[in-house]
């Protein structure tokens, strides 16, 4: 398990901040970890993959789905970008007022909150929309300081 977790979730991880993932690759790729966790317990492909993504307080495995993947490694890639005072930090910001121009909102909160309204391909051609769709899906709770 533990290899197909760090295989499968680190490839994902590695493009996932840049690559505008479509609703319908998502659900792909859940149905493909979802068999790649039941290849790893050896269980047939006709077991449910509720063991494996529902909460540990069920008793199941709780392993992580794409969009939480997601939403953790855009988290890191933003925290990381706006750490200096730099050309990295201006530009993450400006995207950061793109988005929020493209949504009219004025603010991370009030464009999490706006999501909610959005399809999941609407949010596409920006990361902070995907990451606000994705903490917004996964009622997630953020605090964006800039």
């Known amino acids: 398990m533990e290899i197909f977790v760090s295989q499968a979730v680190g490839l994902f991880r590695y493009s996932t ?3 505008d993932w479509s609703q319908q690759e998502l659900r792909d790729l859940q149905v493909q970890w ?6 790893a317990w050896h269980l047939k492909e006709q077991v449910t993959p ?6 540990a307080e069920f008793g199941c495995f709780n392993l ?7 939403a953790a490694t855009i988290g890191a890639h933003i925290e990381r ?17 793109d988005a929020k121009m493209y949504c009219a909102c004025l603010t991370f909160q ?3 909150e706006e999501m909610s309204l959005w399809d999941w391909n609407q949010a596409r ?3 902070w929309l995907r990451f606000a769709k ?6 997630m709770e953020v605090e964006i300081s800039s």
Do not use: I, S, W
Not at 34 to 39: E, H, L, M, P, S
Not at 64 to 70: L, S
Not at 134 to 139: G, K, P, Y
């Open 17 to 19: 901040a840049v690559v």
């Open 34 to 39: 979802a068999k790649g966790y039941r290849t």
């Open 50 to 55: 509720a063991p494996f993504l529902m909460a």
């Open 64 to 70: 992580p789905t794409p969009k939480e993947v997601m």
């Open 81 to 97: 970008a706006l750490l200096h005072d730099d050309t990295t930090r201006t530009c993450m910001l400006g995207m950061l007022e």
């Open 110 to 112: 009030d464009m999490r």
């Open 125 to 127: 051609p920006n990361m």
């Open 134 to 139: 994705c903490v917004q899906e996964l009622e």
